[in-house]
């Protein structure tokens, strides 16, 4: 099941176990069952402490990863291989007495939650999103008996995911009900549960001291910002609603210079490590909403909070973008989708659609064509625009369709899920309906900066308008990356704005009068 490299490096992290850790597996004798059995073996054979005991669960095939000190319960319903391989990993060594990497004050709170809460996390093995959830909430019940989790593939219980209409994952259940569907931080999770944390933190972030710079956005521009500032000793905090930003949707990243190919995720991880490495306070969970000028900058947010600073720099990035046509968001996460690698498996051996026929686009219908019956690309001009050696891949499949000049004017569905979808052929002007399961949408990014209208001057578009240096229509304000009206939208070049406008904000700075003693 494991290969040597695997064992070997499992082995290293079984190292950390500080007391046992039990395995009870409930397989049946189906290619699957037999997988989960050979899984479970060769863990036990890496540590002492690890073993295996075979007993009925609750589903078949699946693990409970568990400690009889704690009485911690950990599910996984299927096999963690894949993007989950990481999750499985950490449940052992969590369970097994491994500090978590949490803040104390975390750890205390999710101790203190009372009450029982059976958590269900449907996840795809190639969603790179479903790890975060299935972490967090797995580090929750290591914490606290009275919770549990179970990671559950959806691809392996169909049965299951028809019958609760799952067309996006993760999604997740608490105690039967729906909690919560895609991305969602443990911060997030805590504030659903206890109703008081947010006011908490809301008041806790208004008392601090104002920081030197003060970033919105926690993406590739925010963490080379934050890491800038702080390299030139200034007080820096950031602001973002998730760390990570867009780069955490993204899977194979070939284009970042020095390194051949990574992960989104692993760029993520990688990135806050960085930025933790320096005194950056980061205050993740919390949206901005408005920015006041004054003797200070005042920005509010979401939750209440006002926090004060010298300088400010807008990272907030860019979301996908939407169609805008009846029917879309009435069917979002139930068919209409934006992460073709994240819910692409929930729709196998069914009809699909893609619109876009830009790279995202095209690449997505490829991804999609090798697990679904049929890939429908919709383009709304003449051609497609994404790279050629990516539409000779796509002519090269024979289940996929490729329709240019198609404007989509409405999804259409049984009130529970998509059932097809209306276009316009603009040569024509004749309507046309597609009957399928599963709309993808692939068709650019839109900036996150509607909260700033009628503050910082933007492009028709929604971009900030900036200048070489990163400056914005506000003296002390900068804004990086692809909020900005910046030419190109890469990671590469993201992380260079942020560093310019860094550099900016110091500069700022030190020659204002207001601050020049401490930021000096």
Same mark, same amino acid.
């Given at each position: 099941m494991l290969d040597a490299k695997l064992k070997s490096q499992l082995q290293t992290y079984l190292q950390n176990l500080k007391h046992s850790v039990e395995l009870i597996v409930s397989a049946d004798d189906t290619?699957?069952?037999t997988e989960l059995k050979t899984l479970a073996e060769d863990i036990a054979q890496l540590s002492p402490l690890v073993t295996v005991n075979y007993q009925?669960?609750?589903r078949t095939p699946s693990m409970l990863v568990t400690n009889a000190q704690t009485n911690s319960k950990i599910y996984f319903a299927g096999i963690p291989m894949g993007h989950e391989f990481t999750s499985l990993v950490l449940a052992l060594l969590h369970s097994g007495g491994h500090p978590l990497k949490l803040e104390p004050e975390v750890i205390e709170q999710v101790k203190n939650l009372t009450g029982s809460y059976k958590f269900e996390t449907y996840v795809s093995l190639s969603c790179q999103n479903c790890p975060d959830v299935v972490q967090a909430l797995n580090m929750m019940a290591a914490l606290n008996s009275g919770i549990e989790n179970t990671m559950i593939d959806g691809a392996l219980y169909q049965s299951e995911v028809d019958e609760k209409n799952i067309m996006a994952v993760p999604s997740v259940y608490l105690n039967g009900e729906l909690f919560a569907q895609g991305r969602i931080s443990l911060s997030e999770i805590l504030n659903k549960l206890d109703s008081g944390a947010q006011q908490r933190t809301a008041e806790a972030l208004t008392a601090?001291?104002?920081y030197e710079v003060l970033i919105v956005g926690g993406g590739p521009a925010g963490a080379s910002a934050a890491i800038y500032s702080a390299r030139k000793g200034l007080r !820096?905090?950031?602001i973002a609603d998730k760390f990570g930003g867009q780069v955490a949707e993204t899977v194979g990243i070939e284009n970042f210079i020095s390194v051949k190919s990574t992960e989104g995720p692993k760029l993520v991880a990688n990135l806050e490590a960085h930025v933790k490495d320096y005194d950056v306070n980061i205050m993740d969970n919390q949206k901005a909403l408005h920015l006041k000028s004054g003797d200070l900058f005042e920005l509010e947010l979401e939750s209440g909070a006002i926090v004060k600073s010298h300088s400010v720099i807008i990272a907030t990035g860019a979301r996908w973008r939407e169609m805008n046509v009846p029917?879309? +968001?009435?069917?979002?996460g139930k068919g209409v989708a934006y992460c073709p690698h994240c819910d692409g498996p929930l729709f196998k051996g069914k009809r699909v659609a893609v619109i876009g026929g830009g790279n995202s686009g095209i690449e997505a219908a490829i991804d999609l064509a090798n697990i679904v019956e049929h890939v429908t690309v919709l383009e709304f001009d003449n051609r497609l625009r994404a790279d050629e050696v990516l539409q000779r891949k796509a002519a090269s499949m024979n289940n996929i369709e490729i329709? !240019? +000049?198609?404007? !989509? !004017?409405?999804v259409v569905g049984d009130g529970s899920r998509v059932t097809g979808l209306n276009y316009t052929d603009r040569a024509t002007n004749s309507q046309h309906h597609i009957e399928l399961s599963g709309i993808f949408v692939q068709i650019g990014l839109v900036p996150n900066a509607e909260w700033l209208q009628g503050t910082i001057e933007q492009t028709n578009r929604g971009e900030i308008v900036v200048n070489s240096r990163g400056e914005t229509s506000?003296?002390?304000v900068f804004a990086a990356g692809d909020v900005t009206n910046s030419a190109y939208k890469q990671i590469i070049i993201a992380m260079g704005s942020g560093a310019t406008a860094s550099l900016s904000a110091f500069d700022h700075l030190i020659r204002s009068d207001s601050s020049s003693s401490q930021a000096a």
């Open positions: 290619a699957k069952g009925g669960l609750e601090q001291k104002p !820096t905090g950031i029917g879309e +968001q009435v069917y979002r329709i !240019t +000049q198609a404007m !989509t !004017t409405e506000m003296a002390g």
